[in-house]
C-alpha cells in the first residue's frame, strides 16, 4: 500500500479508535524499517478554489493570518469527507501547537458539545485521547461547555483524564489541572464522579488500573466511592489496597528536622481522609486500613472531638431506661401486691369512671391521668412526671432522626428497636395498672404485658448503643454475627423442627406432664415444645411412650440424635468460627465501631439549624504533632506514625539508589554508545586518511617518475649535443 503511486494521499494522522497514538505513530513504532516509505503529512493547497479546503490548508501549515482571513463566522466549523471523517475544530483540537486557531474557531461560535458522525467520539474526549491537554483546559474554562457527555461506551471526560498518558513534559500537571476544573464544584460532572463505563469500571478504576496515584488521589479527595472495588471490580483489588496504602503513607509529611530534635514535626492534611474513611469503614476488604497509623490517629482526633455529645446520649437513654425500670418495678410491687387499685384506674368498667367511650373502647385522657396520679403517691407521682420528660425527648429524638436518616434509619435495627419500645412506655405511662387488678374487666388486656415488652426492648436497644462503643464493639459484634448466623442457618433446618413438632403433635397428644400442663395438646405448644427439646431440655420422663410403642421411640432418638446432636453442635460450631474470626480482627471492628458512630453523630448535629448546631469538624486544615514534645496522642500512635516516617526514608532512599543506578546505567550506555561511535569515527578517519597517504604517495611517485624521466631525456639530449 506505501508504495502504491496513490500513497501520497493516505491520511496517516488521525487516532483510531482509543488509541493515544496517531496511524502514522503506531507504524513507525511497530515497523520502524517501514518509516522511509511513509508519505508526508497531507496537506489541502492553499491556492485551491474551495475556501473551506483553504480553510484546511492553512490549519495544516500553520498559516494563521490566511486562516482568520478565510474563516467564516457564519460557518465556523466546516465538516469534511473522506479521508477526514471530522470537523474543523476536531482537526485542530488533534493537532500540535494549534492552540490559537481553536481559540479562534471558538471564539467565532462554534459549539464545543459537537461529537463526531462517525465515531460519535465528544469532541472533549478527543482531545483529551490526542494528548493536546492545554486545548483541553480552554474547552474546561468555557462555560458553556458540557462536561457530562459521555461518548458510545458510556465513559466521560473523567475517564479519559484518569488514564491518558503523560507524554510530556508538564502533561502530569496538566491533567490535575483540568481534574481540578471537572471537579469543582461549578461543575455537575462532580455529582458523576462515580459513573460506569460499559464495563462497569469508575474513573478511580482507571486511575487505579494505570497506575495514576496522584488521580487516584484527586478522585478519592473529591468524593470518589472506594467501595467500586468490591461492587464490580475485584481485579483492581491488590493494586487499589497496594495504591490506598502508598498514598496514605505519602499523605504524611514532616519538616525534615534531625529525628531527635524537638521541633521535628509530622503533618498530614484532612482534606483526603473526611471523605474515605466513612466508606473504608463499610468496606469488608478495606476495613483492614483502618489500622494504617495516619487513619487511626485521624479517628482518634475526631473521636476526641465528638465523644461528649455521644456519652451525654448514653447518660440521657441510661436515665430514661433506670427511671422506666423503676416505676414499672414500683407499680408492679405496690399495685399488685396491695390490691388498693381503686376503680376509677379501670377503663371499661362502669360508666361512673373516667372513662370515655370512643366506638366501643373506653381511652383514659392523659391529663386525667395526671389528675389522678397527682392525688396519689408522692413518689408514683414523681417518677411519672420525670418518665413523661424523658419519653417527650426521646420520641423527639426519634423523630429528628428519623427525618436526618430516612429510609437508612428505617432500615436499621434501631429504629426497630426504639419505635417499639416507645410505643409500649407509652401506653405503660398512660394506663398504669388500669385492668391488672380488675378481673371482672374482660375485654381489657393486662397492662403487663406492655411492661414487659417495654422494658425488654429498652434494655436491648441500651445493648445496641453501647455496642458503639469501642471497648465493647467486639462483644457486641460477636453477639450480632453469631445470632445472624444461627438464624441464616435456622431457616433452611427450620423445616425439620416442623416436621417433628407434627410427629409429636400427632403421637404425644393429650399426654400430661406433672405440673398439669398439656405439652403436645394443640401443634403451637408442640412446635414451642420442640424448639426447647432442641436446646436440650428434653422432659422425656413426661412424655407417654406408651400409648404408640416402638414408634414414638423411634422418633424420639431420631429426633434426639437428628436435632439434639448434629444440628445443636452445628450451629455450637458456627458460632465459636465466628468468635473467633471476630477475636482475631478485634481492633479493626473497633475502629469501624468508631468511625460508624462518628458519621452518625456529624450527620445529625450537622443537620441542626446554623444557631444550634455545635461545630464537630477539625478546625485545622493540618494535623501537626510534635513527638518529642508533650502531646495528646498515645504513645503506641506516635510510634506508629514514626515507622511509617522511617519506612518512606528507607523507600525514597531505595528509589533513589535506584534511580541512581538507572541513571549510572544509562550514562555508562550512552559511553559504550559514544565510544563504539568514536571506534568507528576513528576506523572511517584512519581509513580516509591511509586512502589519502595512499593516494598521496601515489601521486608524489608518479610526479617523481615523471620528473625522473624528464631529466633523463634532458641528459640524454645533453650528451647527444656534445657528441
Known amino acids: ?305 465528638i465523644r461528649l455529645f455521644f456519652f451525654l446520649d448514653i447518660v440521657l437513654y441510661c436515665t430514661y431506661m433506670l427511671s422506666l425500670t423503676a416505676y414499672v418495678l414500683y407499680v408492679i410491687e405496690n399495685k399488685g401486691a396491695n390490691k388498693t387499685t381503686t376503680g376509677s384506674y379501670c377503663c371499661n368498667c362502669s360508666d361512673e369512671t373516667y372513662g370515655i367511650n370512643v366506638f366501643g373502647f373506653t381511652y383514659e385522657p392523659i391529663l386525667r391521668r395526671g389528675r389522678e396520679l397527682l392525688t396519689n403517691d408522692i413518689g408514683l407521682q414523681f417518677l411519672w412526671c420525670y418518665l413523661t420528660i424523658l419519653l417527650c425527648l426521646l420520641a423527639t429524638r426519634e423523630i429528628f432522626q428519623l427525618l436526618v436518616y430516612r429510609w437508612k434509619h428505617v432500615l436499621s435495627l434501631d429504629m426497630w428497636l426504639e419505635v417499639p419500645q416507645i410505643v409500649f412506655t407509652f401506653i405503660s405511662v398512660f394506663g398504669v395498672a388500669d385492668c391488672m387488678d380488675c378481673m371482672d374487666c374482660t375485654r381489657n388486656v393486662d397492662i403487663r404485658h406492655f411492661f414487659a415488652l417495654a422494658i425488654l426492648f429498652g434494655w436491648l436497644e441500651f445493648v445496641q448503643m453501647s455496642g458503639r462503643l469501642p471497648l465493647l464493639s467486639v462483644q457486641i459484634e460477636m453477639f450480632r454475627t453469631v445470632t445472624w448466623t444461627s438464624l441464616r442457618f435456622m431457616l433452611g433446618y427450620f423445616l425439620i423442627l416442623i416436621a417433628f413438632a407434627l410427629s409429636f403433635y400427632i403421637l404425644f397428644k393429650g399426654t400430661e406432664a406433672e405440673n398439669e400442663n398439656k405439652l403436645f395438646d394443640n401443634f403451637g405448644t408442640s412446635l414451642l415444645g420442640t424448639i426447647v427439646m432442641f436446646a436440650g431440655e428434653f422432659e422425656a420422663s413426661s412424655l407417654d411412650f406408651n400409648t404408640f410403642k416402638g414408634t414414638s421411640h423411634v422418633i424420639f432418638v431420631i429426633f434426639v440424635f437428628l436435632v439434639a446432636i448434629v444440628l445443636f453442635n452445628l450451629l455450637n460450631g458456627l458460632a465459636v468460627s465466628d468468635t473467633e474470626e471476630i477475636r482475631k480482627n478485634g481492633e479493626t471492628l473497633s475502629l469501624v465501631a468508631r468511625v460508624r458512630l462518628i458519621s452518625r453523630i456529624e450527620t445529625l448535629v450537622k443537620a441542626l439549624p446554623v444557631w444550634m448546631a455545635p461545630s464537630v469538624e477539625l478546625t485545622e486544615e493540618v494535623f501537626e504533632l510534635y513527638p518529642n514534645k508533650p502531646n495528646s496522642m498515645e504513645p503506641t500512635e506516635v510510634r506508629s506514625l514514626l515507622r511509617i516516617v522511617s519506612k518512606k526514608r528507607r523507600r525514597n532512599e531505595k528509589q533513589l539508589s535506584t534511580e541512581q543506578l538507572e541513571i549510572w546505567s544509562i550514562f555508562t550506555e550512552r559511553l559504550c554508545e559514544l565510544e563504539k561511535k568514536f571506534d568507528m569515527k576513528f576506523e572511517e578517519s584512519r581509513q580516509i586518511l591511509e586512502k589519502k597517504f595512499d593516494s598521496k604517495i601515489q601521486e608524489t611517485h608518479k610526479i617523481l617518475k615523471q620528473i625522473i624521466s624528464r631529466q633523463e631525456i634532458q641528459v640524454s639530449e645533453k650528451i647527444r649535443a656534445e657528441s
Open 1 to 305: 500500500m506505501l508504495k502504491h503511486p496513490s500513497a501520497h494521499r493516505l491520511y496517516l494522522d488521525y487516532y483510531p479508535g482509543n488509541r493515544e497514538s496517531t496511524v502514522r505513530e503506531l507504524i513507525m513504532e511497530a515497523y520502524p524499517d517501514l518509516q522511509p516509505l511513509l508519505p508526508a503529512p497531507l496537506m489541502e493547497r492553499l491556492k485551491s478554489h474551495d475556501y473551506d479546503k483553504k480553510l484546511l490548508a492553512a490549519l495544516q501549515r500553520d498559516k494563521y493570518e490566511v486562516f482568520r482571513q478565510n474563516l467564516d463566522s457564519t460557518n465556523p466549523n466546516p465538516w469534511y469527507d473522506e479521508p477526514y471523517h471530522s470537523s474543523l475544530l476536531e482537526i485542530a483540537c488533534q493537532m500540535k501547537d494549534r492552540m490559537q486557531f481553536v481559540e479562534l474557531v471558538l471564539h467565532s461560535g462554534a459549539n464545543p458539545n459537537i461529537t463526531n458522525r462517525i465515531t460519535g467520539m465528544p469532541l472533549l474526549h478527543a482531545t483529551a485521547r490526542s494528548g493536546n491537554l492545554e486545548v483541553l483546559e480552554i474547552f474546561l474554562e468555557v462555560k458553556i461547555t458540557d462536561t457530562s457527555v459521555k461518548d458510545n461506551e458510556d465513559r466521560t471526560i473523567l475517564h479519559w483524564l484518569a488514564g491518558v498518558s503523560e507524554r510530556k513534559p508538564g502533561d502530569k500537571q496538566r491533567v490535575e489541572n483540568c481534574l481540578r476544573l471537572l471537579l469543582h464544584e461549578d461543575y455537575n460532572l462532580k455529582f458523576g464522579i462515580d459513573d460506569r463505563d460499559s464495563s462497569g469500571n469508575t474513573a478511580l478504576c482507571t486511575a487505579v488500573e494505570r497506575g495514576y496515584q496522584e488521580r487516584a488521589t484527586l478522585l478519592l479527595i473529591n468524593g470518589a466511592d472506594v467501595m467500586v472495588f468490591e461492587d464490580g471490580s475485584k481485579v483492581l483489588l491488590p493494586a487499589s489496597l497496594k495504591m490506598l496504602k502508598d498514598i496514605l503513607d505519602d499523605r504524611l509529611k514532616t519538616n525534615d528536622k534531625p529525628v531527635t530534635s524537638k521541633n521535628y514535626m509530622l503533618m498530614f492534611k484532612y482534606e483526603f481522609l473526611n471523605s474515605v474513611v466513612p466508606c473504608i469503614a463499610e468496606s469488608q476488604d478495606f476495613r483492614g486500613l483502618l489500622r494504617h497509623p495516619v487513619i487511626s490517629t485521624f479517628v482518634s482526633l475526631k473521636w476526641k472531638k
